[in-house]
Nanobody, 125 residues
Framework: VQLQASGGGLVQAGGSLRLSCAGS????????MGWFRQPPGEEREFVAA????????YYEDSVKGRFTISRDNTKNTVYLQMNSLNALDTAVYYC???????????????????WGQGTLVTVSS
């Protein structure tokens, strides 16, 4: 599957953005989808993930209650709604796809086979 992330930009602290990740190629609905981010000078870290049908979601602690991951398999798209943004959310955001694997954590970036190109989110304080 090929992934194309979009929706990043510059936003003031307290503001909101919605990221989108469009998938093409093999059956999008068969993949676990995740969002990761890489702050400047830091390693890529887990943000959120959702199961193949969107029935379960998982979040990194610092974004719980502020970010929402969702997917629309009819549109081959996964979303990340980000509210109450702060400067620590500044990063390049990546979407990623993984085949279902009961033995790997959703937080483990190594389980994700396919990655989008990243979209930059900058939060000004």
């Amino acid at each position: 599957v090929q992934l194309q992330a979009s929706g990043g930009g510059l936003v003031q602290a307290g503001g909101s953005l919605r990221l989108s990740c469009a998938g093409s190629g093999r059956a999008f609905s068969g993949y676990v989808m995740g969002w990761f981010r890489q702050p400047p000078g830091e390693e890529r870290e887990f943000v959120a993930a959702t199961t193949t049908d969107g029935s379960f979601t998982y979040y990194e602690d610092s974004v719980k209650g502020r970010f929402t991951i969702s997917r629309d398999n009819t549109k081959n798209t996964v979303y990340l709604q980000m509210n109450s943004l702060n400067a620590l959310d500044t990063a390049v955001y990546y979407c990623a796809a993984s085949v279902p694997n009961a033995h790997s954590s959703f937080r483990d970036r190594d389980r994700y086979t396919y990655w989008g190109q990243g979209t930059l989110v900058t939060v000004s304080s």
